[in-house]
């Protein structure tokens, strides 16, 4: 499916939901600023949109994303990376790996004094190359690396194994809720992310400090989509 095919999909499904309340399902609403807004950036701020916070998507070239932002409607911004950095109360990263590093040079000053980064970004080995994905792997794996690239940053790992053409379509599901693994070493950076995570209607299980960021990668056990207890049984079985 073509980026903008995906986006007016995820667009159609976000009008379909049932309204949440607002902002009023996660408390106040926090300006959220992301950081890679195509498949999964742009459906996870869609959601964000849809809870009530404002966001401000942002791409090296911010025209392409009018088409999302005029769909989302006045809580959507867009702008340049830098933007929605100074932008944000919360920073969400969803971008290639390979590109954290350089994120991290340009950044890592202003994303140290945001109270949350929610890195939902990996390493991948069919678009970054196995030899990539072995050095990340071999300096303790997604998580303790983005910690390298962004020194000081408030991090947790989220959303990072579950498919974004499937995000809009979990959120606020009937019955039990769908488990968000979840990987930090900031307590109060862990309690925003589960609050954010509860207003867009998914349940997060906390799985480890950041180290464990390295299961929390598609293709893992933990990857897809689980009950809140299930994923507690197989993080169980992780070390
Ligand atoms: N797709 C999924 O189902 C899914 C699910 C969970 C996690 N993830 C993870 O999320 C990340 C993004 O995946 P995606 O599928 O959303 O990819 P995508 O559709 O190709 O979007 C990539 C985004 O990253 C931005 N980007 C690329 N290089 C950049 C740089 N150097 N500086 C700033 N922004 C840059 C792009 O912005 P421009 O407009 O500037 O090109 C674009 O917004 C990946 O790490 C992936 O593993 C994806």
Same mark, same amino acid.
């Given at each position: 499916m073509t980026k903008r095919a995906f986006l007016v999909t995820v667009l159609l499904a976000l009008v379909a939901l049932p309204h949440v309340g607002g902002a009023q399902a996660t408390g106040s609403p926090l300006k959220i600023g992301m950081v890679g807004a195509g498949r999964e950036g742009g459906a996870l701020g869609a959601l964000f949109v849809k809870a009530g916070h404002p966001v401000k998507f942002s791409s090296r070239?911010?025209?392409?994303l009018k088409g999302l932002v005029t769909g989302l409607g006045p809580l959507a911004q867009a702008g340049t990376v830098e933007e929605a950095i100074a932008f944000g109360d919360v920073v969400v990263i969803a971008i290639p790996y390979t590109a954290m590093e350089q994120i991290g040079k340009a950044h890592s000053d202003a994303l140290a004094k945001k109270v949350l980064v929610i890195d939902v970004s990996n390493p991948i080995a069919r678009r970054d190359g196995e030899d990539f994905v072995k050095t990340v792997g071999a300096q303790g794996g997604a998580g303790l690396v983005t910690a390298k690239f962004l020194p000081g940053a408030r991090i947790v790992r989220a959303?990072?194994?579950?498919?974004a053409g499937r995000l809009a379509e979990l959120?606020?599901?009937? %019955?039990e809720p769908v488990g968000v693994p979840i990987a930090g070493d900031d307590p109060k950076a862990i309690a925003l992310a589960e609050s954010l995570i509860r207003g867009i209607g998914f349940e997060p299980v906390?799985?480890?400090?950041?180290?464990?960021?390295?299961?929390?990668?598609? %293709?893992?056990?933990?990857? %897809?989509e689980h009950t809140p207890a299930e994923i507690r049984r197989i993080a169980g079985s992780l070390n």
């Open positions: 070239n911010p025209e392409n959303f990072n194994a579950i498919g959120a606020h599901r009937a %019955g906390l799985v480890g400090g950041l180290a464990m960021g390295r299961h929390l990668v598609p %293709g893992t056990p933990l990857a %897809g």
